[in-house]
């Protein structure tokens, strides 16, 4: 069965420093990766996605993530956060037979930046 | 254009009453998915229509839950005899296609508390 896991619950980060949030899945069929963000009582937003090709994947708001294979991890980096980075982050893995596109998410992280 | 929405925003119930969460998915997207997010098990796969069928139902947790789609448009989903382990955030998005590479758009959520 495929999954993921994002390693760290809470990130707590200085505004301007540099952060990962990390991400595992397991998959033994080709995976399509999404990073999404939620911000306070609202849903889901896409930051980026891996379908195939380069591996270093560059999305919205600074955000950039590597997909690798060999270690099946897709972390997710930005140089410098700003306060208003502060919410809840999404590793999710496309799965399904054909071409049913449901999600699998992990437990998420919340990056708490401080100023 | 506009997004997803869902309505209601907020649903209190009694434990026991039915209740019904609606979702509009944005114009032309075929494929429409219901989620769950609660605390204790993050968020959830429930079920997923390509048109108004349902090819995937998987993730509905009990013969209690049930969904419908109309149209091609407009979702319900209907929990009967609602318990206290119903409530959680209940997250619907759509797509314009059905594949695995598509991107998911989600609306913000009915936040459903059963006493």
């Known amino acids: 069965a495929q999954s993921v896991t994002q390693l760290d619950s809470q990130v707590p980060v200085f505004e301007e420093a540099p952060v990962e949030l990390r991400c595992n899945y397991s998959s033994s069929v080709s995976v399509y990766l999404f990073w999404y963000v939620q911000y306070p009582n609202q849903g889901l937003q896409l930051l980026l996605k891996y379908l195939s090709g380069s591996t270093l994947v560059k999305g919205i708001n600074g955000f950039e993530a590597e997909f690798n294979k060999s270690q099946t991890s897709f972390h997710l980096r930005k140089p410098s956060v700003h306060i208003s980075d502060t919410a809840e982050y999404f590793c999710a893995v496309s799965v399904g037979e054909g071409n049913t596109g449901k999600l699998i998410f992990g437990q998420g992280t919340t990056l708490q930046v401080k100023p | 254009g506009a997004g997803v929405s869902q309505s209601p925003s907020n649903k209190v119930t009694e434990k026991g009453k039915d209740v019904e969460l609606r979702c509009d998915p944005i114009s032309g997207h075929t494929a429409l998915y219901w989620y769950r997010q609660s605390l204790g098990q993050g968020l959830e796969f429930l079920i997923y229509f390509q048109g108004n069928s349902a090819p995937d139902k998987s993730g509905l947790p009990s013969d209690r839950f049930s969904a419908e789609r109309t149209g091609g448009s407009v979702s319900t989903l209907t929990i009967q005899r609602t318990q206290q382990e119903d409530s959680a955030v209940y997250l619907c998005?759509?797509?314009?296609?059905?594949?695995?590479?598509?991107?998911?758009?989600f609306g913000p959520g009915t936040r459903l508390l059963v006493l």
């Open positions: 998005a759509s797509s314009p296609g059905t594949s695995r590479l598509e991107t998911q758009y």
